[in-house]
């Protein structure tokens, strides 16, 4: 069992032999004001393993604070509706140029079929990613979202990524706010705030020089806020950039933050290498540490702390254990099922595509945890009460979080 008052003695124990940097991080904790920048970039590059432990217990602390012992999950499926893509991204692996062999455009009725199956299995939210094919119109979008929403009405659709939307907007000669309005309008509920990688230009000329810029990404999101469309914020780490970058980043998410609240959570995305263009760049690194790993965790969770209240990690990019650890970082969130995942698997990602409740439940259960399985926007649909293991998947509906 995790006790709130237990971790803040041992903060209180170990800050007596740290640095008065972690010190100082933990008196703002545990006086409720947020960090700044430099603390952030503190967290980032710290290597002292006590005050490390200082600065995983003020995570864990503030995910405490926030979500209580509970971790959630969602039951999803991604539809990757086609994987044709004029942006050529270095770090992708999934994609292919128009007149590519291995191009695809999903027939309609078998976006309806994956629909209904995943319906069938207890899905709760429809995951719509392609890349940015040029013979795709308007048209086929709508129809993307009508059957998802004939198939059942009560199915969320987080669809269509920020370089999508502008992508898009630009062929139909559209504002990026009036196209928005009409997927809206066809059923769309929340964008996934993908394509952010580092939002940084000089990086973004190098991992992705034909995606959208900074500012374009900024532009497509606050529209998308203040629409009353939310959406999720990204970052994928362990490439090309550095710390400073990454603070840049989460700098600029907390911002929008403070004047949107369309933010449900920040997701951990970090860079899977193995079959991508990328790691043949000479200072490109492997993907991130696992110690780096779980500084991003501490940094994310204390630094965009009380704005963004969901830090979510994904068990397919990180494998299961370290995911599982990660919750233990100021994590509180394993993301979805799945059920499909191309994108990362494509990059060379050694996890399965699937993970049933059973495992989500096992996994988090394991280490004292709660596991709770949300809808996209954090409301609570079944609590699984820790015990035997036998009676841990009868569940119980409708609760809320409490600390
Ligand atoms: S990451 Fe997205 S935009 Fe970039 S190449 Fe892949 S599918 Fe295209």
């Known amino acids: 069992m995790i006790y709130i008052d237990k971790i803040v003695r041992s903060i209180e124990k170990l800050c007596k032999i740290s640095s008065s940097e972690a010190f100082e991080i933990a008196e703002k904790v545990l006086s409720?004001?947020?960090?700044?920048?430099?603390?952030?970039?503190?967290?980032?590059?710290?290597?002292?393993?006590?005050?490390?432990?200082?600065?995983?217990?003020?995570?864990?602390?503030?995910?405490?604070?926030?979500?209580?012992?509970?971790?959630?999950f969602i039951c999803n499926r991604n539809i990757n509706f086609t994987n044709i893509c004029v942006i050529g991204c270095l770090f992708c692996n999934f994609s292919v140029p128009p007149g590519h062999?291995?191009?695809?455009?999903?027939?309609?009725?078998?976006?309806?079929?994956?629909?209904?199956?995943?319906?069938?299995?207890?899905a709760v939210e429809i995951c719509l990613q392609g890349g940015v094919n040029p013979t795709l119109r308007l048209d086929y979008y709508i129809s993307l979202l009508k059957i998802v929403k004939k198939v059942d009405n009560r199915l969320h659709i987080h669809a269509f990524s920020p370089q999508e939307v502008h992508s898009l907007a630009e062929r139909e000669n559209l504002k990026v706010r009036d196209l928005l309005k009409i997927l809206k309008e066809n059923g769309l509920d929340t964008i996934p705030g993908t394509a952010a990688e580092i939002l940084n230009d000089d990086i973004r000329k190098i991992i992705c020089p034909r995606k959208i810029s900074v500012r374009e990404w900024i532009h497509v999101i606050t529209t998308a806020h203040s629409l009353g469309i939310r959406s999720t914020c990204t970052i994928m780490y362990g490439h090309v950039e550095n710390v400073e970058h990454i603070v840049q980043h989460l700098k600029i998410i907390r911002d929008i933050q403070k004047e949107t609240h369309g933010f449900t959570e920040i997701v951990l995305l970090p860079f899977v290498h193995h079959n991508t263009r990328l790691r043949k760049l000479r200072y490109c690194r492997p993907g991130s540490s696992s110690l780096y790993d779980v500084k991003m965790c501490i940094a994310s969770r204390i630094y965009l702390y009380p704005y963004v209240t969901n830090v979510q990690v994904s068990w397919v990019k990180l494998g299961r254990k370290l995911a599982q650890y990660l919750l233990t970082c100021g994590a509180n969130d394993l993301g979805g099922t799945l059920m499909e995942e191309n994108i990362s698997h494509a990059a060379g990602a050694f996890e399965k595509e699937y993970i049933t409740r059973e495992e989500f439940v096992e996994l988090i259960s394991s280490i004292g945890m709660i596991p709770a399985e949300r809808d996209t926007l954090y409301n609570i649909l079944r609590v699984y009460q820790s015990g035997n293991n036998s009676s841990a998947l009868s569940g119980t509906t409708g609760s809320s979080l409490a600390i």
């Open 32 to 72: 409720d004001k947020e960090i700044d920048e430099k603390d952030c970039e503190f967290i980032l590059k710290c290597d002292d393993p006590i005050d490390l432990e200082v600065l995983r217990l003020c995570a864990l602390y503030l995910k405490l604070k926030t979500s209580g012992r509970y971790v959630t």
């Open 101 to 122: 062999p291995s191009g695809y455009v999903m027939p309609l009725s078998e976006v309806e079929r994956r629909v209904r199956e995943a319906w069938s299995r207890g």
